[in-house]
């Protein structure tokens, strides 16, 4: 398993023209998000002293954030990994390696997961500063963190699985199954609004307990799984 990840992560590196323009393109983002935010919202504290600056400030680079790597470019990630294998036709030489098909996809899973936290973490600067000026602890942020590995995962298997049933318009309908699950309740009534992962992100960042923040964070790790099984099959069915 270990060197379908050492070779996954190769393949998102290997056009390195590329991964440094993605690279720059979310430090410069979230960058310019920081400071624009950190501008209006102090300067708008001078007049309306009750804005708490600090905490709007992260939920405007969380939200960013979230939605350019788990809803951009983890997708992106998923869908080559699977081309990859496809065009080259390695899934026949992984099915006659000794590692399973659940070993294959967890190596996949991995890789991409490892790619985007790397991405993540080239923001933490930016981040520290952010929660330096916020009454944010350390629970809370380690529940972002839950909401950002559950929606990654939930995204990265909805991807594999358009990815192997689909041959043209992929990254189309990827986009479109993920930017709805991320958007589209958020204009609908509270239960319904719960299933966006954005949504939760929100809550969390509200500096209020929710209980209901774990149940839904859950429900995209169950959810997960049973498109796990569904792909397994799927891949064991064409080996």
Not at 28 to 46: D, K, V
Not at 148 to 163: E, M, P, R, V, W
Not at 230 to 236: D, H, N, V
Request: aromatic share 10%.
């Amino acid at each position: 398993m270990l060197a379908i990840i050492i070779k996954d992560l190769h393949l998102y590196t290997s056009n390195r023209s590329k991964y440094r323009l993605i690279q720059f393109s979310i430090v410069l983002l979230t960058s310019a998000i920081f400071f624009i935010a950190t501008i209006e919202y102090f300067s708008t504290t001078r007049t309306n002293p009750q804005i708490d600056a600090g905490h709007n400030i992260f939920t405007i680079l969380v939200s960013t954030l979230f939605i350019t790597i788990t809803g951009v470019i983890t997708p992106i990630f998923a869908i080559e990994s699977i081309q990859d294998e496809r065009h080259n036709t390695n899934f026949d030489l992984l099915h006659l390696s000794r590692l399973s098909t659940v070993q294959i996809l967890l190596g996949k899973l991995t890789a991409i997961l490892l790619a985007s936290f790397t991405l993540t973490l080239m923001t933490a600067p930016i981040f520290i500063l952010s929660t330096y000026m916020n009454e944010f602890k350390l629970r809370d942020l380690l529940t972002c963190s839950m909401v950002f590995l559950s929606a990654n995962i939930l995204f990265i298997l909805i991807s594999f699985g358009l990815a192997l049933r689909l041959n043209e318009n992929i990254l189309s309908c990827s986009y479109g199954t993920i930017l709805a699950i991320i958007l589209l309740p958020l204009a609908t009534p509270k239960p319904i609004w719960w299933i966006s992962p954005l949504a939760i992100l929100i809550e969390v960042v509200k500096l209020e307990n929710n209980p209901k923040v774990w149940l839904n964070i859950g429900g995209h790790f169950v959810v997960a799984l049973l498109l796990f099984i569904l792909i397994k099959q799927r891949l064991a069915s064409k080996a």
